[in-house]
């Protein structure tokens, strides 16, 4: 049953591409992107990815909103609305909904640390220890090490204050909560990744890191590398769990799809870039290997930032930039669980909020009990063995629900958003909806063939490569 109460519209197209621009800009583009480029070498990777992101992520984001925008509901209901009676395309709109707590709860963690990082870094408490003390902040994720207990209560205390602040601006509603913080957060969060780029052309990295970066390598890009570019354009973009399709539910039935797809897809990858072309010069001016890991942000980045002249000024630029990437997206997160009660249930938005922030809180817990982590290790890259759990890496809570949310559940729902919009909605109206509003309709075509065809073979390539059938491609020399 699709529910009678007014919803909310965002106040303009502008108001809608910040939002979704703070959806898709998130922990991935300035933490992920950096650090999984710096693994792959960098060059062949950052290129195949800019494929992946035209070729599979953009069809996607548009096949969401369109979903949204035509049915003027969150993912369940939408389903609903666009299939026949008793149909189980809905399950996609299911999956959406727990994919959402399944992400913000480990999110959240993350956010947590990027606060915690803000905070040192604002108190200069950064500038006060020596470089080798600053690994241990950030534990290791190894279940022995005593050093990740004595971080545990500090992490829980910062995703606690995480999800406060996000459950506080949902509250506020479409309009009132989320469009007015996208608009406040995300010119802020331009204007400080500028400001640091500016900072990065200074140092004497900068030219290696632009070769590093765009220069033609691909000595350690393999094919496993290649389909965790794919499954990072799902995450990046916010795809494949009906985020879009909550943010699109807002839009008027004559808002131009095309060109809001493309805006925030582009400004999403122009942001990965621009994140790159900040922490390598900084990395590489500091004597700093490119290749760390999930530590390149949390541990190397603070490294050079304490031998830095005005390193604190620099690191709370940075840290503030964090926070408040991953918070416009954690708002995203937790608006998709909460649109599913206000639809679907009926429940007033407060309630709806503060219930579903509230579970996430504490499904997060032992997500922040699990200290450091191989945070998004265990993703497509090195994912080995029967169900695809890399050997050895102490998988953890935190670890697997990355695991599950990356590997399976977002390419799963995203293969059912291509499926269901380029085989099941009825073609005229699917035609119409494309062309509503958009100047940029001739590009139908090209849309629905990617949807048919290319998203349905990469996803099922991602799959195989989650449950290690790929593996053997690894021994291959490129
Ligand atoms: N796109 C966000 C990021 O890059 C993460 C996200 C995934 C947000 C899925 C919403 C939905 O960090």
Redesign the pocket.
């Known amino acids: 049953m699709m529910s009678t109460i007014d919803r909310g519209h965002w106040s303009s197209k502008l108001g809608f591409i910040l939002a979704a621009a703070g ?7 300035i933490w ?1 992107f950096p650090y999984i480029t710096g693994e792959n070498g960098g060059g062949w990777f950052v290129l195949i990815y800019l494929i992946c992101i035209a070729c599979v992520g953009l069809p996607i984001m548009t096949a969401e909103i369109f979903i949204g925008r035509t049915a003027q509901s969150s993912p369940v209901g939408a389903f609903r609305a666009l299939s026949r009676p008793g149909s189980p395309w809905i399950g996609v709109g299911w999956l959406g909904v727990a ?2 707590f399944v ?1 913000l709860s480990y ?1 959240s963690v993350v956010a947590g640390w990027a606060m915690h990082y803000a905070w040192l870094s604002i108190s200069g408490a950064f500038a006060r220890i020596s470089p080798d003390q600053i690994a241990p902040i950030f534990a290791t994720g190894d279940l022995s090490d005593p050093g990740l207990y004595e971080n545990a209560p500090l992490n829980l205390l910062w995703h606690i204050l995480f999800m406060g602040l996000t459950i506080a601006i949902v509250i506020g509603g479409i309009r009132g909560g989320v469009e007015r913080w996208a608009r406040i957060l995300m010119p802020v969060l331009f204007l400080f990744l500028l400001v640091l780029l500016g900072r990065a052309m200074t140092t004497e990295g900068f030219a290696g890191a632009l070769d590093f970066v765009f220069g033609p390598h691909s000595d350690k890009l393999t094919p496993a590398g290649v389909l965790e570019a794919l499954g990072h354009a799902f ?7 009906g ?1 879009m399709i909550t943010y699109g539910s807002y839009l008027k039935s004559d808002d131009d799809l095309v060109t809001t797809s493309i805006t925030v897809s582009v400004l ?1 990858t122009i942001i990965a870039l621009v994140a790159c072309m900040v922490l390598f010069p900084i990395i590489f001016a500091y004597g700093m290997e490119p290749s760390a890991g999930p530590g390149l942000v949390f541990v190397s980045l603070p490294i050079a930032f304490a031998q830095m002249p005005a390193g604190s000024f620099w690191a709370t630029l940075f840290f503030v930039l964090l926070t408040f ?2 918070l416009t ?2 708002i ?2 937790l608006e ?1 669980a909460v649109s599913y009660f206000i639809d679907e249930k009926g429940w007033k938005r407060s309630r709806a909020t503060l219930l579903c922030g509230g579970v996430i809180l504490v499904l997060g817990i032992p997500s922040a009990l699990s200290g450091g982590t191989e945070l998004f290790g265990a993703g497509f890259q090195s994912a080995t063995g029967a169900l695809g759990i890399k050997e050895g890496a102490g998988l953890n809570w935190f670890d697997f629900f990355d695991y599950l949310a990356s590997n399976w559940m ?1 390419p799963l729902g995203g293969l059912g958003i291509a499926l269901f919009v380029a085989w099941r909605v009825g073609g005229e109206a699917r035609e119409q909806g494309f062309r509503a509003g958009t100047q940029y309709g001739r590009l139908y075509w090209a849309w629905i063939h990617l949807l048919r065809y290319v998203v349905p073979i990469g996803v099922v390539l991602v799959f195989l490569n989650a449950i290690g059938l790929l593996g053997i491609l690894d021994e291959i020399a490129w």
């Not at 959806?23 to 583009?29: D, E, I, K, Q, R």
């Not at 995450?235 to 769990?241: E, P, R």
């Open positions: 959806s898709a800009v998130g922990l991935g583009n992920k994919t959402a992400i999110y995450f990046t973009l916010s795809l494949g769990m985020a999403d990437a991953a997206s954690a995203s997160l998709v977002l």
